[in-house]
């Protein structure tokens, strides 16, 4: 007789009685999906994880498909056992003292400007990807590692916590929005 045949022939009540033909199926239990309320999360830095389907999400950094950016990937592990994970689309030249002092001007002469502005739409793109990874280093109090190459390494951030704040996209699906010092948006 197999484990679950076992477990299904005689199983002890709560009271104490023995039940005949009862049925665990404890073994099938799944953790529930959909997404999580909009709100703020305490996180840790987690080098990766499994979804329901075993698909493996990991913490790294990776050339872009087209092959002219770099996707630096953070796995979180939320304190309430749900994970989730975001990307940081960047190009190592997004780094450089022109670009940055370049950014910082452009940001502002378009101060309170909304949508793109004119004539200007790499710098916004690199202003936006440098305000997504600041955003990042501030929660955490600490500079983004790189490679020798250039490249953001992330992998020394793992374990390190933080808050983070999610929303729920047009599709269903969870998407990180946000980051702080770990508890000062959650107790």
């Not at 200007?120 to 955003?135: G, H, N, T, Y």
Request: glycine fraction near 10%.
């Amino acid at each position: 007789m197999n484990d679950t045949a076992a477990k299904m022939a005689v199983q002890i009540g709560a009271t104490g009685t023995v039940k005949e033909n009862a049925l665990d199926l404890s073994d099938f239990a799944e953790e529930s999906g959909g997404a999580l309320a909009p709100g703020w999360y305490r996180a840790s830095i987690i080098e990766g994880y499994a979804t329901i389907k075993g698909k493996q999400i990991v913490t790294g950094d990776t050339l872009s498909s087209k092959g002219d950016s770099r996707n630096m990937k953070v796995c979180f592990g939320l304190a309430i056992g749900r994970n989730i994970f975001n990307s940081f689309n960047y190009r190592t030249t997004d780094f450089t003292p022109e670009r940055l002092a370049q950014v910082k001007e452009l940001r502002l002469a378009f101060k309170g400007t909304q949508g793109a502005w004119p004539g200007q739409a790499d710098a916004q793109r690199s202003s936006l990807a440098i305000a997504d990874l600041a955003q990042l280093q501030k929660s955490l109090g600490l500079s983004l590692p790189r490679t020798d190459e250039g490249n953001l390494n992330p992998m020394p951030l793992v374990g390190q916590t933080l808050d983070i704040r999610l929303n729920v996209d047009a599709k269903g699906y969870n998407n990180v929005t946000a980051y702080a010092a770990a508890g000062t948006r959650t107790k």
